[in-house]
C-alpha cells in the first residue's frame, strides 16, 4: 500500500479516538440540554471541578487550605491520607451528586418555567461561581492525575500493523480505555433510560414538560438526576483529559472541543453527540493532515466549525436532532 | 414623590413618542450626558480613564451591535471577538497605508469593512436558525482569528504578529498613541458611542428595527405579513458587525494600543459581550449598558475592595471575585429574570407610586 | 447608570486611601489565577520572597525600604492595563509584566511615562537594541538568542555537523511562539539543516496531529516554544510516541516543574533551555529560611522554593535590586525614581564575584548592560529532567548565542520600529 494512504489510516483512527473524547465532553451537554432545555456553560467547568475533587480526595488535600492559612495564620496542607483511584472516584461522584442537589435547590427551583435564554444565563453564573470556588477549594496549581489508566503507545497494534502493512500504527492506549469508557457509559446510560423507573420518567420529561408533570413525575428530582448524571460525565470527561495534561485550569475549555459536536450532532440526541464527534475528530484531522501543512498548519479549532457549517446548511436541525416544525 | 409623570403633558405625537416621555427621566438623562462630557473629562486621570471608562465605554458600544443583532434580531452570535479583530486591523491596516487619514474616518471605515465581512457570515442565517446559527459566527471567530494570526500582511510583516497603533490626532489633539492624555482618550470613545447609540436607539424604534424585532419574534409570520427576511436579517448583521467592528477598532488603537489577536479577540470576547447583553436585557440599549457596566466596572470595584480595601492576597481576592460575579448573576436572575434592564424597569415602576402603595 | 454611580462612589473612596509616596515600589504583576496560574504562582512567590528577604535581612536598599505591590492580572493584557494604570501612580521604579501581551502593551506606555520595563527572557525580543527603546530592557537573554543556543547545543551534541538533519519546532500559535522562527530559518541557511514548523492552536490539549506528523516524518531534534497547558500534553504526546526525549529541547518556559511532573517517569530525559541554575543549592536559601520562611513571611504557599520558576522571580527580583543599588550609586540618593532606576538598569553588571556575595554562587551567567545594549549577554544553558530524583541536571555550560546571525535581525526589526514611530536614536 502506498505510504501516504497508510498515513491517512493512521490519522483517521487517531482522529475517530479524539472524536471520542469530544464525545464524552458533548454528551452531559446533550444529556441536561434534552431534559430540561438548558445549555449548561458550566459543564465545562463542572469537568475541571470534578478533577480537581478527585485528586484533591487521592491525595488528602485539606479543602479551602489556602482560604483558611489566610485568615487563621495556620498552615494547613494535608491530611496525610490517600485514597485509592475506584473509592475516590465514587466519592467524588458523590460530591457531585450533592452539587446537583445543592444547584437545584438554589438556582433550578427558583426558575422553573422560565424560557431557555434565562436557564443559560444562570448557568453562565454558575460558571463563574464554580471557576472561583474550585480555586479557593484546592488551589490552582497543576496536578498529578493517576487513576491508573493505561498510557503510551499500544505495541499490540503497533507490532501488527506493522506485520500487515510494513508500518506501525500510533494508538494511544488511553485513547482506546476511554473509547472503552465511553461505550460502557452510553449503555449504561441507555440501558438506564430504556429499563428503569427514573429513566422512563427522564424520557416523559424530555418529551413533554408538561403532561409528564400530569401524570405525577417530580421534575425537581428529575434535574437533580439529570444534572448527577451530568456531573459523572463531567467527571469521566475530566479524569481522560486530566490524565494528558494533568489537573489544571484548561480542562475547563475543554467545553469548547464539544461545541462544533453539539452543532453537528444536534443537541438533543446522545447517538448524534457520539457521531458528531466521531465526524469533528476524523474530519479535524484528516483535514490538518492534508490540507494543514500547505496553508500553515493549526487549522483543527476553524475547521470543526466550519464543516459543522456545512452539514448545518444542508440540514439545519443537526444531525440527529428533532426536526424542527414551523408553524405560525 | 420626586419620581412622577403627574403633570406631564404630551400635545403632539412627536412628543409622545420621544425617547424619554418622562419629564424627570429626560433631565436625568441631560444632566447625565452634560456630566459625561463636561465633568469628567477634567476630572479623569490615567487610572479612571484606562481601566475604567474608556474599556466600559468600548464594550458599550460592542454590546449594543450584538444586542441588536441578538435582542432586536434574534439572532445568537457568538462570533463578536473575530469582528472586533476585524475592526481591529482595519484600523491598523487604514492607519499605517494612509496616515493623512483622520482617526475618526479610520475608526467609521474600520466599522464599515466589519460590516461587510458580517454580512459574509451572516448568510448562513437565512438557513440555519436558533442556537445552531452560533455555529457559523463561531466558524467565523475561530477562522478570522487564525486568518489573522497566520496571513503576515495583516501585521505588516512584524516579527512578533503584534500590532501598534501609531499617534493620530484630531484637531491637533491626540487620541491614539502612548502620549494620548487621559481626557482624549474618552471623550474620543464617549462621542462615538454617543452617536452610535443615538443612531442605534433610533434605528431600532425606526422601520429597520421593527422588521428586525418581526423576524425574532417569528420568523414566518413576518415572513407572511410582508417582511424580507434576507433583507432584515442581512441588515441587522451589517449594522451589528458595525458596531462591533468599530469597538474592536477603538479597542486597539485608543484603549490598548497594542494587541495580538489570540489573546485580545479569542473566543472568551465574544462570551463576554454575549454575556453582557443576557445580563443587561437582551432587546434594551439601557440592557446594553447596564451589562458592560456589570462586568468591566464590578470586577474592577471587587479588586479593589477586596485587595486595596481589605488587603486580601491577590489570588483569593481574584477567585473571591469570580464567585461574588456568579453569585450576583444568579442572585439577580432569581430576583428578575430578564436582566438588569427589566430591574431597572420594575424599580422605577415602584419609584412612579412611592411613597403610595397604589 | 445606578450601577456605575455606585461602583465609581465606591472605588474613589477606596483609591484616596491609597498611601503616599514613601519607600522604593515595586509593582509584581502576578498571575495566580487563571490557565497560567501553575507558572505564574512560583515566579510570583519568588518575586516577593527576595524583596521580603532585602527588607529583613538588609533593611531595604540602601536604607530605604521596598515596597512590593502585588496585582493580579489572570495573563489578560486588559487587566494588566488596570495594573499598570493603578501602580504607576505610585511611584513604580520598574515593570516585569510576564507575558507577552501585556509586554507589548507597556512597551510604548511605559515609555511615554517614563518607567522603564523589565522583561527578563521574554517580551519583545528587538528590545535588545537600546539605541532604539530606551525604557525597555530584556537582559540577561531573549528568544532569538535561546534559539539560537538551543541549535548550538544541538552543534554540540553532533559534533559540530548539522547539515540535511531535520528540526521540528513546535510552538504555541500566538506572537510569542512565533518569535523563533525567523532566527531559526536564517539559522536554517546557514546550518544546512531542515526546518519543519509545527504550530499548535491555544489551549494546545489537543496535539494528536502536530505529534503523529513527528511520528511520520522523524525530526532528528524537537524545538518547543510552549506554555501552560500545552507544555505537558507535548511532552506527554512525545514520551507516547517514545521520542527520544534527550533530542527534544524546550524553551525556558517549556521547563519548569510543572511541565515534566504531570507526565511522570516518562518525562525522563527532557531537555530545556534555562538562564539560571535550577534547585534549591545556593546560600541565599539559608538566609530565606531564617529571615523569611522562618518568621512566616513566605508568600502564597511557601510551597515553591527551590523551583525553577521560583528562583526565576528570584533572579528577576535580584536583578531589579541590584540595579536599584547601581541607581542609588550613580545619583548618590537612596530615594531613586523611575529615571535614576533606568540609567541604574542600564549601568548593570552582574559579575560573578557579585553573585557569590549575594549568596547565589554562579547561579546566572555575567552580563554587562550598556546604552547601546539592553539584552546582555544572552547566555543560557541546557538542563535535563531526572524523573526519578525529581530534579533538573544541568548538563551543559553557559552557551553563548551567534550574535553574527542574531544580532542584524535584531537591528532590522528594531530599526522598522523606530521608522514606524518616528524614534530617534540614542547612545551616538
Same mark, same amino acid.
Given at each position: ?328 | ?358 | ?184 530559518? @536564517?539559522?536554517? &541557511?546557514? =546550518? +544546512? ?10 489551549? /494546545?490539549? $489537543? ?118 543599588? @547601581?541607581?542609588? &550609586?550613580? =545619583? +548618590? ?10 540609567? /541604574?538598569? $542600564? ?82
Amino acid at each position: 500500500m502506498p505510504e501516504q494512504l497508510l498515513f491517512a489510516m493512521e490519522v483517521t483512527l487517531n482522529g475517530l479516538m479524539a472524536g471520542v473524547l469530544y464525545s464524552l465532553v458533548a454528551l452531559g451537554f446533550v444529556l441536561i440540554y434534552k431534559a430540561s432545555g438548558i445549555f449548561n456553560y458550566a459543564q465545562g467547568v463542572m469537568a475541571l471541578f470534578a478533577a480537581l475533587t478527585l485528586v484533591g480526595l487521592m491525595d488528602g488535600q485539606v479543602p479551602f487550605a489556602h482560604l483558611i492559612n489566610a485568615t487563621f495564620g495556620t498552615d494547613v496542607h494535608h491530611f496525610g491520607w490517600h485514597i485509592p483511584a475506584l473509592p475516590a472516584i465514587l466519592l467524588t461522584a458523590g460530591v457531585m451528586v450533592v452539587f446537583a442537589i445543592i444547584v437545584e435547590r438554589l438556582i433550578l427551583r427558583h426558575l422553573v418555567n422560565q424560557e431557555p435564554i434565562i436557564l443559560f444565563m444562570a448557568t453562565i453564573g454558575l460558571a463563574y461561581f464554580l471557576e472561583g470556588f474550585g480555586d479557593v477549594m484546592w488551589g490552582s496549581d497543576i496536578k498529578k492525575l493517576d487513576v491508573g489508566l493505561p498510557q503510551g503507545i499500544s505495541e499490540t497494534i503497533d507490532t501488527v500493523t506493522y506485520n500487515w502493512f510494513g508500518y506501525g500504527f500510533f494508538i494511544d492506549r488511553l485513547d482506546i480505555a476511554a473509547t472503552l469508557v465511553a461505550a460502557i457509559l452510553v449503555v449504561t446510560l441507555t440501558l438506564f433510560s430504556q429499563y428503569s423507573k427514573q429513566g422512563r420518567a427522564l424520557r416523559a420529561v424530555a418529551d413533554d414538560h408538561q403532561a409528564a408533570l400530569s401524570v405525577g413525575i417530580s421534575l425537581r428530582f428529575i434535574w437533580v438526576l439529570v444534572w448527577s448524571i451530568a456531573g459523572i460525565v463531567a467527571l469521566v470527561a475530566g479524569v481522560m483529559w486530566g490524565a494528558k495534561s494533568g489537573v489544571q485550569f484548561s480542562l475547563s475549555l475543554i467545553a469548547l472541543k464539544a461545541l462544533p459536536v453539539l452543532m453537528l450532532g444536534g443537541f438533543t440526541s446522545i447517538p448524534g453527540a457520539i457521531v458528531g464527534g466521531l465526524i469533528i475528530g476524523v474530519g479535524e484531522k484528516l483535514f490538518e493532515f492534508a490540507v494543514g501543512p500547505m496553508i500553515g498548519g493549526a487549522t483543527e479549532n476553524w475547521f470543526a466549525y466550519v464543516l459543522a457549517l456545512v452539514f448545518l446548511v444542508f440540514r439545519p436541525q443537526g444531525l440527529f436532532g428533532e426536526r424542527i416544525i414551523e408553524r405560525v | 414623590m420626586i419620581y412622577r409623570e403627574a403633570g406631564d403633558f404630551k400635545t403632539t405625537y412627536r412628543d409622545d413618542s420621544q425617547t424619554f416621555p418622562i419629564r424627570f427621566d429626560r433631565r436625568a438623562y441631560y444632566a447625565l450626558v452634560a456630566v459625561a462630557f463636561l465633568v469628567l473629562p477634567f476630572v479623569m486621570n490615567d487610572y479612571w480613564a484606562s481601566a475604567v471608562f474608556v474599556p466600559f465605554l468600548i464594550y458599550s458600544i460592542a454590546a449594543i451591535g450584538l444586542n441588536i443583532l441578538t435582542g432586536y434580531c434574534g439572532q445568537v452570535s457568538l462570533g463578536t471577538g473575530g469582528f472586533m479583530a476585524v475592526g481591529a486591523y482595519a484600523a491598523y491596516k487604514l492607519m499605517t497605508a494612509f496616515p493623512e487619514l483622520n482617526i475618526f474616518f479610520v475608526v467609521l471605515l474600520s466599522g464599515g469593512v466589519t460590516a461587510g465581512v458580517g454580512v459574509l457570515f451572516g448568510l448562513p442565517s437565512l438557513r440555519i436558525k436558533g442556537f445552531y446559527l452560533a455555529v457559523a459566527t463561531l466558524a467565523a471567530q475561530f477562522f478570522l482569528v487564525w486568518l489573522f494570526n497566520k496571513v503576515p500582511w495583516f501585521y505588516n510583516y512584524s516579527a512578533s504578529g503584534q500590532i501598534n497603533a501609531p499617534e493620530r490626532t484630531i484637531f491637533g489633539i491626540i487620541v491614539t498613541g502612548p502620549s494620548t492624555p487621559a481626557w482624549s482618550k474618552y471623550l474620543f470613545c464617549l462621542t462615538i458611542l454617543f452617536i452610535l447609540s443615538w443612531v442605534a436607539r433610533n434605528l431600532t424604534r425606526g422601520e429597520v428595527g421593527r422588521t428586525w424585532m418581526a423576524i425574532r419574534d417569528m420568523d414566518i409570520a413576518a415572513e407572511i405579513i410582508g417582511v424580507n427576511p434576507l433583507k432584515a436579517k442581512l441588515t441587522a448583521f451589517a449594522v451589528s458587525s458595525f458596531f462591533v467592528g468599530v469597538a474592536g477598532a477603538l479597542f486597539f488603537a485608543v484603549y490598548l494600543g497594542a494587541v495580538e489577536v489570540t489573546e485580545a479577540f479569542g473566543i472568551q470576547k465574544s462570551f463576554l459581550v454575549l454575556f453582557m447583553i443576557i445580563i443587561g436585557g437582551l432587546g434594551s440599549m439601557f440592557g446594553s449598558f447596564a451589562g458592560a457596566a456589570f462586568l468591566v466596572l464590578l470586577p474592577v470595584f471587587l479588586k479593589n475592595a477586596l485587595v486595596g480595601g481589605l488587603g486580601w492576597p491577590t489570588d483569593l481576592a481574584a477567585h473571591l471575585e469570580l464567585m461574588i460575579v456568579g453569585a450576583l448573576i444568579i442572585v439577580f436572575l432569581i430576583a428578575e429574570p430578564h436582566g438588569i434592564a427589566a430591574l431597572w424597569r420594575t424599580a422605577k415602576e415602584k419609584l412612579r407610586l412611592w411613597p403610595f402603595p397604589h | 447608570m445606578k450601577m456605575k454611580r455606585l461602583a465609581m462612589v465606591a472605588a474613589a473612596a477606596l483609591a484616596v486611601a491609597s498611601p503616599a509616596l514613601a519607600d522604593l515600589v515595586f509593582p509584581s504583576l502576578s498571575y495566580r489565577t487563571g490557565p497560567y496560574a501553575a507558572n505564574g504562582i512560583p515566579f510570583a512567590d519568588g518575586y516577593a520572597d527576595y524583596f521580603t528577604l532585602v527588607n529583613e535581612r538588609d533593611g531595604g536598599i540602601g536604607g530605604e525600604r521596598i515596597k512590593l505591590i502585588e496585582c493580579e492580572t489572570g495573563y489578560n493584557t486588559e487587566k494588566g492595563v488596570e495594573c499598570y494604570e493603578a501602580t504607576k501612580g505610585e511611584g513604580a521604579l520598574v515593570y516585569q509584566p510576564l507575558s507577552t501581551g501585556i509586554t507589548y502593551q507597556l512597551i510604548p506606555k511605559a515609555s511615554a511615562d517614563g518607567i522603564p520595563v523589565h522583561s527578563m527572557g521574554y517580551g519583545r525580543t528587538s528590545a535588545a537594541n537600546g539605541k532604539v527603546f530606551e525604557w525597555i530592557f530584556n537582559y540577561p537573554t531573549n528568544y532569538w538568542y535561546g534559539a539560537s543556543i538551543a541549535i548550538k547545543h544541538i552543534l554540540d551534541v553532533e559534533g559540530g555537523d548539522i547539515s540535511g538533519k531535520k528540526i521540528a519546532l513546535v510552538y504555541h500559535n500566538s506572537a510569542y511562539g512565533k518569535e523563533p522562527i525567523r532566527t531559526l530559518e @536564517k539559522l536554517s &541557511e546557514k =546550518h +544546512g539543516f531542515e526546518l519543519m514548523l509545527l504550530p499548535v492552536d491555544h489551549p /494546545g490539549q $489537543e496535539q494528536k496531529s502536530q505529534w503523529l506528523q513527528i511520528r511520520r516524518e522523524r525530526p532528528d531534534y524537537v524545538l518547543m516554544w510552549g506554555w501552560g497547558v500545552m507544555n505537558q500534553v507535548a511532552i506527554q504526546e512525545a514520551a507516547n510516541i517514545r521520542y527520544p526525549m534527550d533530542h527534544f529541547i524546550g524553551i525556558w518556559w517549556s521547563g519548569s516543574e510543572n511541565d515534566v511532573k504531570p507526565v511522570g517517569d516518562k518525562a525522563d530525559g527532557y531537555k530545556s533551555l534555562n538562564m539560571h541554575m535550577p534547585g534549591a543549592d545556593f546560600p541565599i536559601y539559608d538566609d530565606l529560611k531564617k529571615y523569611v520562611y522562618d518568621k512566616g513571611l513566605a508568600a502564597g504557599n511557601g510551597d515553591q522554593a527551590g523551583t525553577v520558576l521560583y528562583n526565576r522571580g528570584m533572579y528577576a527580583a535580584m536583578l531589579a535590586v541590584e540595579a536599584a543599588k @547601581k541607581a542609588q &550609586e550613580i =545619583h +548618590g540618593t537612596a530615594k531613586i525614581t523611575p529615571a535614576m532606576m533606568r540609567d /541604574g538598569m $542600564e549601568a548593570l553588571e552582574i559579575t560573578q564575584e557579585k553573585l557569590a556575595a549575594l549568596g547565589l554562587p554562579n547561579f546566572g551567567p555575567e552580563f554587562k548592560v550598556t546604552c547601546e545594549n539592553h539584552g546582555g549577554s544572552g547566555l543560557a544553558l541546557v538542563q535535563q529532567w531526572d524523573a526519578k530524583a525529581g530534579k533538573w541536571n544541568v548538563v551543559s555550560d553557559y552557551i553563548a548565542p551567534d550574535l553574527d546571525v542574531v544580532w542584524p535581525l535584531i537591528e532590522e526589526d528594531s530599526m522598522a520600529f523606530a521608522k514606524e514611530n518616528n524614534i530617534e536614536l540614542r547612545c551616538k
